[in-house]
Structures are given as C-alpha cells and as structure tokens.
C-alpha cells in the first residue's frame, strides 16, 4: 500500500466515525562507519521508517505507531483505543496548515557515493591524523551520512513533504606526552565536496599535539576566550531555557524575564529555519507547523520563547514552528557572530585562558538553575598570543551572567547539529585547577 492509498483510506474512515485524524511518515536511511586505529570497528547500513497515526476528539488525542503502511482501519481503532484511556486534562489540537518556504535541505549527493568511497574518506582522514610522528594512536574516525524523508497530512487540510540529507566527519587523535593528550575535530555537510577528509584529520592531530607540554593552572577568576568549540557545547543549556514548556512549568530561569536584559548588549541569539550548513533545516516542525527566524535574544534583550501549539495556546501568543516528537526545541540556535577574528579576540584578552573544549553536560550542566561546573581543555594566552596548554582544570558559573560578561564576539563561526556558534570573549571566567 503506498502512502497516499494509506492516507486516503484512514481518513475516508475517520470521516465516518466523526473524529480528526492525522498521518505523520518518517523514513530514514543512515549509512555510518568507524575506525578504531585504523581498523573497521563499526558499520551500519540500514534503512527505517515510522508512521503515527493520531485521531482527535473533543480536544483529547490518541496515537498508534506502527513500520508499516497497511491496514488503516486497524491503526485508526488502536488509535481511538489510546485516546480512551488517556487521563490528560490539556486540550490537544491539529494544526491546519500552512505555507512553506522552499529550502535547500536535500542535495543527494551523499546517496551517490559508493561505499568504497565512504572508507577511503575515513581512510584519509585517519592517514592524515597520524601522519605527525608525535601521534601515538587514532582511536576514533566516525563517518556518517543520512537522508531523511518527512510527510504530515491530516483531516483538517495540512499537507507539508520534505527532504533533507548531509555528513559529518569526526576525528579523534592522541599525542605522546608524560600524560597522553587527546584532541579532536569534526565538519559537518550539506555535500561531500565540503568535508575535507584530510583537513579534520590534520585539525585533529593539531589539537592533540598542542597540549603536548601542558601546565597546570591556579585556581582563580581569568579572562577567557571560549572557542568555538566549546561555545557550541555550551549553548545547549540555554536551548531547554528558552522552551516554553520549561517556562510554564517553572523550570526555566528565564521565567518571568520576556523583554528584560538577559545578556550583554553585543549578544544576540537568533532561531534559522535555515543555514546553509546545518543539518537540521526544515521548513515545518513535527506539527506541521512553518519554522521562523526569529531573535530569541536581541541586543541581549529576551524577545521570545519557543513554543510549540499547546504552549502557544496557553500563552495567547503564534507558534513559533519549534514542536518537535522529543520536545520543543530550536531548528539551528546560533550565537549572531561579530566582526572580530579569533586573533583579535586574543589581542583585545591580553592574559587568560583560552577554552577549547568543555565536558560532562549531562552531568555538570543544570539548566533550571542555569547553574555549570565543567570539566575544561584550553590554553593560557599572554600578550594576546597562546604560550602553552593547560592541564584539564574546571570551569564554573552560571549561564545567565555567562552571556552578560561576553564583551566581544568573533567572526568565526562553527556548525554542529542545532547549535552555531562563534569564539567569544568572557570579562571573567571562574576556573578551578591546582
């Protein structure tokens, strides 16, 4: 059964038994593999797809999943059949439709490759990260590409298609020292013309080389530059903040703060529906709903939270295109980067750290409080040049006065899935080390 035959027969059904329905399809294909020191430890070449049925009734939904496009009528009255026992006081509603700005999130060209090809990619990439003599191992090169097919339709005239694919490399590489250092890189891509096998390799044994000879640090507040890199990691707190969702239930610190300077003024944090490296583009949510760009933050100035249907009802206010099947979230949340290259950042520092790198958000990072204490990697900087690495310290604070004391914000910007990021400077860092 196609998927027009499926949709057809399930809502000619719902129709007669005087409830709403709608038909979500989602069809993944991934191809991925790694390389432990060189050696194939991992491949994974594997098709999947879902398809959510969910009926309304007066304001209450039910859902049925299933893999396959067959026997509607059944799907429809397990549908119907969750939709009793649910004991939800919120009302649930569809979304009726809408337009769609054309994007360019499927190229097809990844499809295209060969998996000869694919290998020699990361075969490249692993050459190029243990080509320095001074490189003990590459435990880690991933490679990994997907294309992704999404259809949403229901009872009440929505009907919105599309399409995505991309790649990403990851590299990791460890340097000879009295401890071993480790350093990593990764790209990600709309085509494979833009992923540079050779240039993550080489990016990768660079980060691990340059802390060869690191010091430690004494405990203290210090001016930092925070990379890229570890701004990107860093942002994810802010992204379960600005939920609408989290706010409502009290679970935000931002509550309450709409229109109230959150952060610096040379802060400014948009929501793209659209960027032309990240992968996570698409013209509608997971509701059907069209994606904006917006500010979140604006001079930093709090403009809006994201919100998805039901939040968007509670408040009185448009959804913002952000409802998503694991929770609302932003499409590509990037940091509006400045005019200043990472050197000048450097420059304007003077003396400080320089982080690189942060670890353990799922443990050090609470985005309620907006409270961080994260293990760190860096460099110390004098005279706005990079003397040496820095032994694995800790960073602490919290989010909030984190993006006040963001004084000034680089050009160079870095994409990761949903989150953009430039190099900032930081007035004052506490940093916890010897």
Partial sequence: MTLEEFKDKLFAIAKRKGVEAQVSFVETREFSLRLAN?????????GKSSIEVKVLKEGKTGVFRTQVLEDPERCLEEALGNLRVKDSEEEEFF??????????????????????EKMEMAKRAHESASSDERIIMVPTVMYRDFVTRKHLSNTLGL???????????????????????????????????????EEVG???????????????????????????????????????MISAENVQKNLSPLKGKLGNQVGNAVVSIKDLPYHSRGLASTPFDDEGVPTTEKYVLESGVLKTFLHNLKTAKKEGVNPTGNGFENGIQPVNLMMVPGNSSFNDLLKEMGKGVVI??????????????????????GYWA?????????????????????????????????????????????????????
């Fill in 382 to 434: 004098e005279n706005g040049e990079i003397m040496h690495g820095l032994e694995e310290f800790t960073i602490s604070g919290n989010f909030l006065d984190f993006l006040k004391k963001i004084v000034l914000i680089g050009n160079d910007v870095k994409v990761s899935y949903r989150t953009i990021a430039p190099s900032v400077l930081v007035e004052v860092l506490d940093v916890a080390g010897k």
């Fill in 356 to 377: 690189t790198e942060v670890e353990g958000m799922h443990a050090g990072a609470n985005s309620i409080s907006g409270e961080f204490s994260l293990f760190a990697k």
């Fill in 95 to 116: 979304f009726e439709g809408g337009e769609y700005k054309p994007m360019e999130t499927y190229a097809g060209k990844f499809e295209r490759l060969s998996v000869k």
């Fill in 38 to 46: 060189g050696e194939l430890d991992q491949y994974t070449d594997a």
């Fill in 202 to 240: 080489n990016r990768a044994s660079k980060e691990a080389i340059s802390l060869i000879g690191s010091k430690p640090i004494e405990s203290g507040k210090y001016p930092a530059v925070v990379r890229n890199t570890a701004l990107l990691d860093l942002m994810e707190m802010f992204i379960p």
């Fill in 159 to 197: 009907n919105a298609d599309g399409m995505a694919d991309g790649g990403y490399i990851f590299v990791m590489a460890v340097a000879k020292d009295q401890n071993p250092r480790s350093g990593f890189w990764f790209e990600i891509a709309r085509v494979p013309e833009d992923l540079n096998p």
